[in-house]
């Protein structure tokens, strides 16, 4: 390995990871070297940028923490995190979508229906949804995580003024698969735009801080793939140019007004009739 030049550095760096035990660790650090000798060599790398492109990496990681990863952030902005998700969704299944930073395990297990809307302000709305297998077929046995953001754009993480629990839960669906829950119509969020993937990247390229109002989702069935995925607002104006390429025409729904006095009571709304956006989420079997 003493002569090593432009035409044999690649194969010898990648194939320098031969020893990890790991077969699919081993195909992983392989390709990604291949794959960042090509860019390099494709692009020219000069000095100066591979040292710029290192300094962006380091100001990523000084700016993460234990509640904050840029490095999701920048993963997000790429739409490497949408490809991940696009890849891993089934053909006959709701599509998957972007998790986010603000899902927090341990949600309140509450009973469906559900009503989260306690002292929240903005536009009361019931999503009523039925969970099914590929081929229709209810799943009595799903449950939902569920969680979304305050009529002020904020998760309860980052906002002193929510309490814990604020607007997300778990539950289980009936014996239908089916599932109501009324909650505020989520609005839409700005990505952080205090460190570098903002400032350096997505900004100077003029793109949009805004992600388009949606609230999250993930659906767990036995012996079905987990679904996490969101659900969006047909009327939102970021549908077409969400800051992490989470939209699927398939999770856009339009709440509609539906006038049914006895879904208002179950829920525990005011009136006889409210808003209401209804929605299918289909699981594909385990592989
Ligand atoms: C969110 O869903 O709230 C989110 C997703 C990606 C980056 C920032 C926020
Ligand atoms: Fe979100």
């Known amino acids: 390995m003493r002569d090593i030049g ?128 590929a081929q229709g077929q209810p799943l009595p046995l799903a449950t939902l995580d569920f969680w979304q953001n305050a009529a002020n754009g904020l998760y309860w993480q980052i906002d002193p003024e929510q309490p814990t629990d604020n607007l997300r839960c778990r539950l289980c669906v009936d014996a239908q698969g089916c599932f109501e829950i009324a909650t505020i119509r989520p609005v839409p969020y700005q990505i952080p735009t ?31 793939k987990t679904l996490v995925t969101e659900l969006f607002d047909a009327e939102d104006p970021y549908l077409d140019s969400d800051a992490v390429f989470g939209v699927r025409e398939a999770l856009v729904g339009r709440y509609l007004p539906v006038s049914d006095a006895a879904l208002c009571a179950r829920l525990g709304l005011p009136g006889d009739s409210c808003l209401v956006m209804q929605l299918e989420l289909r699981l594909a079997a385990q592989a």
């Open 6 to 133: 432009l035409a044999n550095i690649t194969e010898i760096a990648s194939a320098s990871f031969g020893g990890l035990a790991d077969e699919r660790q081993r195909e992983l650090v392989h390709k990604l070297v291949l794959a960042l000798h090509a860019y390099a060599k494709d692009v020219g790398l000069s000095h100066a940028e591979w040292r710029a492109a290192l300094g962006f990496v380091h100001r990523t990681a000084a700016i993460t923490n234990e509640s904050r990863s840029e490095f999701s952030l920048l993963s997000d902005v790429i739409g490497l995190s949408s490809l991940v998700d696009l890849m891993a969704s089934d053909a006959k299944a709701t599509p998957g979508s972007v998790l986010g930073p603000f899902h927090t395990a341990g949600s309140p297990w509450l009973d469906n229906p559900a009503n989260l809307i306690g002292a929240n302000a903005g536009q009361a709305v019931v999503l009523r949804g039925r969970v099914c297998g």
């Open 194 to 224: 205090d460190g570098p993937v903002w400032k350096e990247l997505v900004e100077p390229a003029g793109r949009s801080s805004w992600r388009s109002a949606h609230a999250h989702l993930i659906v767990a069935a036995p012996e079905h």
